[in-house]
């Protein structure tokens, strides 16, 4: 079946490093990928998507490159901040389905 | 633009009681969607309505039941409830594009 596969957390890094959250998918045909963010008490927020292979999803100095040949969709973001501690869902969803298949989320922690 | 809104934020009940959950969509937005966010499960897809029908359903048991209204407003109903429905329930809507989501319901079950 389809699934997402994410690192494991938390990942804890320094205010201004480099960040980088991998997911991996599988999927029976081509999918949209996206990242969700969830901040503390709230419900997920979009962050950014990629619906083809080699499509560049970016918002708020996030990146993922959606790669077909290594079927991944990692995020990185080039200098975090601590409003950036949240959990991250990497997610698929196959429109046949409409439904969104979830990662197992990252939780990431920023120490200024 | 007003966001998904949900309702009640919190609900606490007891085993074996019936539990409703209140969802407006994005205006504009035809589908909503509800998942399942359990300690240690995940996010887990529960129901899709469109136009008023259910579209698609997760491997949840049957006591777990919806409805769509024409306003496109939505309802989840759990029945005979149990521990392990303790959760975070977050509604999203779309029309097209990508899902947005509401901040959930957190129902805890004693």
């Known amino acids: 079946g389809n699934s997402v596969t994410q690192m494991e957390g938390p990942v804890t890094l320094s205010e201004e490093a480099f960040l980088t959250i991998n997911c991996t998918y599988t999927a029976t045909g081509y999918p949209s990928l996206f990242w969700y963010v969830q901040y503390p008490g709230e419900g997920l927020q979009l962050l950014l998507k990629?619906?083809?292979?080699?499509d560049k999803g970016s918002n708020k100095g996030f990146e993922a490159t959606y790669r077909k040949e290594t079927t991944s969709f990692h995020l990185e973001k080039g200098s975090v901040q601590v409003s950036d501690s949240a959990v991250y869902f990497c997610a698929l969803r196959m429109d046949s389905s409409y439904k969104l298949i979830f990662g197992s989320g990252t939780r990431l922690l920023v120490r200024p | 633009e007003a966001g998904v809104t949900q309702s009640p934020t919190h609900l606490i009940k007891t085993r074996g009681q019936q539990a409703t959950l209140r969802c407006s969509p994005i205006s504009g937005h035809t589908s909503v969607y509800w998942y399942q966010q359990a300690l240690g499960l995940g996010l887990q897809f529960l129901l899709w309505?469109?136009?008023?029908?259910?579209?698609n359903r997760g491997n949840f048991p049957p006591r777990f039941s919806g409805r769509q209204f024409p306003n496109y407003s939505s309802e989840l109903n759990v029945n005979a409830l149990e521990l392990e429905d303790s959760a975070l329930y977050l509604c999203?809507?779309?029309?097209?594009?990508?899902?947005?989501f509401g901040d959930g319901t957190r129902l805890s079950i004693l």
């Open positions: 990629a619906t083809k292979a080699d």
């Open positions: 999203a809507s779309s029309l097209v594009g990508p899902q947005h």
């Open positions: 309505y469109d136009e008023g029908e259910e579209r």
